[in-house]
């Protein structure tokens, strides 16, 4: 069965530090996802990406966030100087269509930071 | 308000008992989603529930869609230990970009 996948499973990295987190979506599917868990709280929307750029952000998203898409096939976030409060799972999401579609879920990256 | 309530937040039961988790909003959705996360996983999708008043068995599992489409409910019969973990509804965002608005989940426990 086609699946989400992302690597690390697990990233520790120092305050102040750039992480990059990886996601291979599922090969025919269109539209991308990143979300995140804090321990204990809700699954929170960062940033959703059809075709070559970003067509909706959250507020989490500022400017230390960026995501892209570099070879057809990965799918990366990119947090540019880590801050305590980043720590969380990050999740990617895939779907096949826009709307009225399910989407599946990578197993998560679990991102600690220092 | 765009946002979804979940009760209980926490369950524990025993095996073979029933029960029940809701999820509320005060604003009306065009349809609702059910996943489940077990630990160290992604969520994965149970049920989409579109009409209001509609009813989708999935096994042991039931799931209702209000009348006026505020609310949802997740009903498990006779629960196993294997229905352990965090359930969560989620409803698609306002705009049009497959953004999904989750609850903030109710875990439960069964115990065998």
């Known amino acids: 069965e086609p699946e989400v996948t992302q690597t690390p499973s697990h990233q520790v990295t120092q305050m102040g530090q750039e992480v990059i987190l990886r996601c291979v979506p599922i090969?025919?599917?269109?539209?991308f996802y990143w979300y995140r868990q804090i321990l204990g709280q809700k699954v929170e929307f960062l940033v959703s990406?059809?075709?070559?750029?970003?067509?909706?952000k959250s507020e989490i998203f500022d400017d230390q966030f960026s995501v892209e898409r570099p070879d057809g096939s990965n799918f990366t976030l990119k947090i540019r100087s880590t801050k305590l409060e980043d720590s969380a799972m990050y999740f990617c999401?895939?779907?096949?269509?826009?709307?009225?579609?399910?989407?599946?879920f990578g197993q998560g990256t679990r991102l600690t930071v220092v | 308000t765009q946002l979804l309530e979940q009760s209980p937040q926490f369950l524990s039961i025993q095996e073979g008992e029933n029960l029940t988790v809701y999820c509320n909003s005060s604003?009306?959705?065009?349809?609702l989603q059910w996943y489940r996360q077990e630990p160290g996983e992604g969520p994965v999708l149970l049920v989409t529930?579109?009409?209001?008043?509609e009813v989708k068995k999935l096994k042991r599992l039931t799931f209702q869609f209000g009348d006026a489409r505020k609310d949802s409910s997740l009903h498990i019969t006779a629960a196993q230990p294997g229905d352990t973990g965090l359930y969560l509804c989620?409803?698609?965002?306002?705009?049009?970009?497959?953004?999904?608005?989750f609850g903030q989940g109710t875990t439960l426990q069964v115990k065998p």
């Open positions: 999401a895939s779907t096949y269509r826009e709307m009225n579609t399910e989407a599946f």
């Open positions: 090969s025919n599917h269109l539209y």
């Open positions: 990406f059809y075709n070559n750029e970003i067509s909706e």
């Open positions: 604003s009306v959705f065009s349809s």
């Open positions: 529930v579109v009409t209001g008043g």
């Open positions: 989620a409803r698609r965002g306002s705009s049009n970009t497959g953004k999904l608005i």
